[in-house]
């Protein structure tokens, strides 16, 4: 599943011949007026969420690639998106140029709740395990928390020393730490309760544009304007693999 500046989303298949050519395997589902920030399955592999430069969120049926809901109501780009945990329903949180964090309800199309204390672009933002809560990442140099049951912000991670943006962010496994990528080509690591920074990880040559923890939670991986990927084991020190690609 892909994304990018031609305003589509297209999907690949997982499993083909050798011989064929993926290109032409390549089936578009999604079509905005502007180009694609972030893209992703809902729990069905039949239906993809869309973020879109043209302000709008979208949800598509793969199969048709018909437009199925659209979700209005950010006032400017929406830089990125994150699903609700399965068990907590159908909804997801979106984040853009606007400032502004809105949690959306996929059945009605409503935005059902929104958060606007951050003081430049929301570039990521990630649902806390339990999906009680969820984190952002923003160009005014700081992660925030908010919960979603007291519909309010519970945590700012910021240091005066921290000047460039947050570009991504991921809890770990239990949601005790927080993970983000920033600009300065660095990842700072976040103790979600306490607010302190519990590490600082150098490596990259240039801004981190993404990061993912593993699924069982045992490291994480972080991708780059330096056209590597780097996977980090849970010790923070040291990366345990690293791909380059050139060009």
Partial sequence: LTSGLDNKCSVYPLTF?????????????????????????????????TASGDGTCALWDVESGQLLQSFHGHGADVLCLDLAPSETGNTFVSGGCDKKAMVWDMRSGQCVQAFETHESDINSVRYYPSGDAFASGSDDATCRLYDLRADREVAIYSKESIIFGASSVDFSLSGRLLFAGYNDYTINVWDVLKGSRVSILFGHENRVSTLRVSPDGTAFCSGSWDHTLRVRGMVFRFPVCERREDG
């Fill in 17 to 49: 011949d050798k011989n064929e050519n993926m290109a032409a395997k390549k089936k578009s589902v999604a079509m905005h007026t502007n180009y694609l920030s972030a893209c992703s399955f809902t729990n069905s592999d039949m239906q993809i969420l």
